[in-house]
């Protein structure tokens, strides 16, 4: 209950514009491998392979708030998949913007819910998983628009879902 609220407080003010993002340029692998680290038990058992190419630069995020992007992210890779099914995190330079993909192997995100997963409290059980508030998802993208960016989500090639954004590099952000 706890979370749940304070889920909704954090949707609510990311809206309003009151939870701005305050950031500084840091490099992606630090936040990548401290979220990793820290779900490292829910990922045990699991190939986790992270690609951030070379030509990467240092990204303008708030390190708190990008933080819950990602953890919302591989929660969900960990929660819809089966066991022991590799997760894929890649960044690469993207026209000007930095692309992050977290990818998995699980049965992917039908066509037909790629528009409502972003809204909240859209939630569907995945092959018998509960899933959880719907929240994950509409608090991460409240938290890339607050940086100027956007997410959408793809399959993965051979089947899978990868959820995509896109983060802008001139600090576009609202400071
Ligand atoms: N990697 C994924 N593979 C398959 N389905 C997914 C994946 N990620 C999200 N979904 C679907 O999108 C829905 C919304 O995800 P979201 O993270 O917003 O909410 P949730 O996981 O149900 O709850 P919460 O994140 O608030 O605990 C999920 O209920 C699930 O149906
Ligand atoms: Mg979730």
């Not at 309003?16 to 500084?24: D, I, Q, S, W, Y």
């Amino acid at each position: 209950m706890n979370r749940l609220v304070a889920n909704l407080m954090d949707l609510s003010r990311l809206r309003a514009g009151a939870l701005t993002p305050t950031v500084e340029p840091l490099p992606l692998e630090d936040i990548i491998s401290s979220v990793t680290r820290r779900l490292a038990p829910a990922l045990a058992g699991r190939q986790v392979r992270v690609l951030v190419r070379e030509d990467v630069p240092a990204v303008p995020v708030d390190v708190v708030q990008m933080d819950q992007v990602l953890t919302n992210l591989i929660e969900n890779a960990v929660r819809y998949t089966p066991k022991g099914t590799p997760i894929g995190i890649a960044a690469a330079r993207w026209h000007g913007m930095v692309e992050i993909r977290v990818s998995d192997r699980g049965p992917g995100i039908p066509a037909e819910a790629r528009g409502k997963v972003f809204q909240e409290f859209y939630r569907e059980d995945v092959e018998g998983r509960r899933s959880g508030t719907g929240l994950g998802l509409a608090i991460a993208n409240a938290i890339v628009t607050a940086h100027g960016g956007s997410m959408g989500v793809e399959d993965t090639p051979g089947g899978g879902a990868t959820i995509w954004l896109h983060l802008p590099l001139d600090g576009r952000a609202a400071t």
